[in-house]
């Protein structure tokens, strides 16, 4: 019987679990009781054992298997990054071209004679293929872009109950785009303006008047039921820059723009033009 590990202060989880299995087994029994030592029961486990141990990476550690015995680190020493080492050949360093004739890449350093992908930065740039048309341009094209598509960032009523009720926004004043701006419920890009989406809608409960964008019939619904109002508002690019960000006009010793006018076929979309600053009709006053 052969020790092949000493010095319970390597002694890892993993290492530990594993080694208590391999003694459940009758493969390897401990010496002590604290299992600082570990001797193995069969000459014939060795390569299994040692299989094992390349395994974990203990190289300097638990690798040292053998008949005649073997011990881990120096005691007091653990695992840590300046210890650790790769598997011998699992690294190679590349050959170094240029250096000379003798080294079999010198002189050209592979390159060849002249040519351009003999020069320095030489080749042809990505695509190329020799000058035939390449293949970017032999596939046809699909689809389209609609250059009047609006972007709207997405507030759910599960986020909008819960900055309510944490206190970041006043439910009983009208909330704008520029409060769910400043208080984080959206980002501060919201491209061309604020969507309220139904997500939450079943445990909605807060009476709140909202002035966004647009918003989903079921998010509508869900807000209305509660007791609250919701009125979609129209701002072009200027206009809404105008309402979340007043104090850059202000530094640019500019007026606030008039209120825009949608487009022939967004009117239907918008209950309201806006006005800035924004303009609360009575029955969202008396509500709040």
């Known amino acids: 019987m052969a020790t092949v590990w000493r010095g319970g202060r390597m002694m890892t989880p993993c ?10 087994s009758g493969v390897v029994k401990p010496i002590t009781p604290t299992m600082t030592e570990i001797a193995i029961s069969s000459t014939n486990q060795l390569p299994a054992l040692r299989s094992l141990s390349s395994m974990l990476h203990f190289n300097r550690g ?6 005649s015995g073997g011990s881990g680190p120096p005691d007091g020493q653990y695992i840590s990054l300046n210890n650790l080492r790769d598997n011998p050949g699992a690294n190679k360093t590349g050959r170094r071209v240029g250096r000379g004739i003798g080294s079999s890449k010198g002189k050209t350093a592979g390159r060849g004679h002249k040519g351009q992908k003999a020069r320095s930065g030489g080749g042809p740039k ?12 032999r596939v046809p094209k699909r689809g389209f872009h609609n250059p009047f598509t609006r972007v709207y960032h997405p507030l759910n009523l599960q986020r909008l109950q819960e900055w309510i009720q944490t206190g970041r926004l006043d439910a009983s004043q009208v909330i704008t785009m520029k409060d769910l701006r400043d208080s984080g419920a959206v980002r501060k890009q919201i491209g061309d303006g604020v969507k309220l989406l139904a997500d939450g809608a079943e445990d909605f409960s807060i009476k709140v008047d909202l002035q966004i964008t647009a918003a989903s019939t079921a998010a509508r619904e869900a807000v209305e039921k509660a007791g609250g109002n919701v009125t979609t508002v129209y701002y072009n ?5 105008a309402l979340t960000q007043p104090e850059w006009f202000e530094k640019k010793n500019r007026l606030l723009p008039r209120p825009a006018r949608p487009p022939p076929k967004l009117v239907g979309r918008f209950d309201v033009r806006g006005n800035l600053p924004p303009v609360f009709n009575a029955s969202n006053t008396s509500s709040a």
Do not use: C, V, Y
């Open 15 to 24: 290492l530990s679990h594993l080694l208590r299995g391999a003694m459940d």
């Open 62 to 67: 638990f690798a040292a298997l053998g008949e």
């Open 126 to 137: 990505p695509g190329f293929e020799g000058g035939q048309t390449p293949l970017r341009l």
């Open 237 to 241: 690019k200027l206009g809404l820059r």
